[in-house]
């Protein structure tokens, strides 16, 4: 028997939930799209906790001599 | 010593969302979740010198970390071969005011398969709400 396949019309960002799991709609590098388990932004991550993001001043202060690698 | 050597002088936390997502949706027994609880342990442990590295603020291929530091998974080793994998963390200030690196990514420095998303791409869909 043929298998058919379910078109699914999805934009990235969107959220699908299969099998009881969420994931998320997200570009897959090759021009086409793929699903992956969500990043929670870290704003809704520092707003539920009461965080913020440290001040520049603070991080170039902390760092100041500590390397790059050209990575990333 | 080497001065990127030396214990910040701030802490490192783990929350449990971030660490959820990106250690732990690895399998259990995986050598890549292993070697990132292993490397987890070894900072909380606080036994380890630590080769703390500065993101890009604006990378290639559109990477922004802005305020983030990585750490090489396994640490102390540095070529991509002998330490695969990284951490990245974010300067970030609790209510109170005081200063910590919040892991926010965990991942792949270089992975062999095209379609697999970096460390430093996942650190920015964290921030970013979106990969470059």
């Not at chain 1, 799991?21 to 992956?36: A, H, Q």
């Not at chain 2, 259990?28 to 609880?37: D, F, G, L, N, Y």
Request: net charge neutral.
């Amino acid at each position: 028997m043929a298998t058919v396949a379910r078109k699914l019309d999805l934009r990235v960002g969107e959220l699908v939930e299969i099998d009881g799991r969420r994931y998320e709609v997200v570009p897959d590098k090759t021009g086409g799209l793929t699903i992956e388990p969500p990043i929670a932004p870290i704003s809704e991550l520092y707003e539920n906790r009461g965080m913020k993001p440290a001040a520049l001043e603070d991080f170039e202060r902390l760092t100041a001599d500590y390397p790059t690698d050209g990575e990333g | 010593m080497n001065p990127s050597s030396r214990t910040l002088p701030v802490t490192v936390r783990f929350e449990r969302k971030e660490w959820h997502e990106e250690v732990e949706r690895l399998d259990k027994h995986s050598p890549t979740r292993v070697r990132a609880e292993s490397a987890r342990r070894e900072i909380e442990g606080g036994a380890t010198t630590l080769d703390w590295k500065k993101c890009e603020a604006k990378g290639e291929g559109g990477i922004n970390l802005p305020g983030c530091v990585k750490l090489y998974v396994p640490l102390g080793r540095q070529g991509a071969s002998e330490a695969p994998f990284g951490f990245v963390f974010q300067l970030a200030q609790d209510p109170d005011g005081t200063l910590l690196w919040n892991f926010i990514a965990f991942g792949e420095r270089h992975p062999e398969n095209p379609r697999t998303r970096t460390v430093y791409e996942r650190a920015h869909k964290r921030l970013h709400g979106r990969y470059p």
